[in-house]
Nanobody
Framework: QVQLVESGGGLVQAGGSLRLSCTAS????????MGWFRQAPGKDREFVSG????????YYADSVKGRFTISRDNVKNTVYLQMNSLKPEDTAVYYC??????????????????WGQGTQVTVSS
């Protein structure tokens, strides 16, 4: 089992920044691929960013590329999402997720085994 707890969400003006954190407990964190997803009202959950256990490569949705940065600290069992130049369309509940099965890919929610409870990000215009 892996327990995930997100933090760092809030209300910010367009152009501002937030940093989300997701701390894991339970099963060994360092072997998990981690991802960030978001879900706006009335929309499907969508991939934002992913990072493998090694942290060597990172993956982003086109909509956030160049503005968001994912990173992880395996000593602290924490994955981060630094969000800069925020836009109103970034408003959503943000979830972190852990993928423990050896499945190829990052962007499908179905690949992930554990989810956090979500943290609200609201960007005002």
């Amino acid at each position: 089992q892996v327990q995930l707890v997100e933090s760092g969400g809030g209300l910010v003006q367009a152009g501002g920044s937030l940093r989300l954190s997701c701390t894991a407990s339970g099963r060994t964190f360092s072997s998990n691929t981690m991802g960030w997803f978001r879900q706006a009202p009335g929309k499907d959950r969508e991939f934002v960013s992913g990072i493998p256990w090694s942290g060597g490569s990172t993956y982003y949705a086109d909509s956030v590329k160049g503005r968001f940065t994912i990173s992880r600290d395996n000593v602290k069992n924490t994955v981060y999402l630094q969000m800069n130049s925020l836009k109103p369309e970034d408003t959503a509940v943000y979830y972190c997720a852990a993928k423990v099965r050896a499945l190829v890919g990052f962007s499908s929610p179905a690949l992930y085994d554990y989810w956090g409870q979500g943290t609200q990000v609201t960007v005002s215009s």
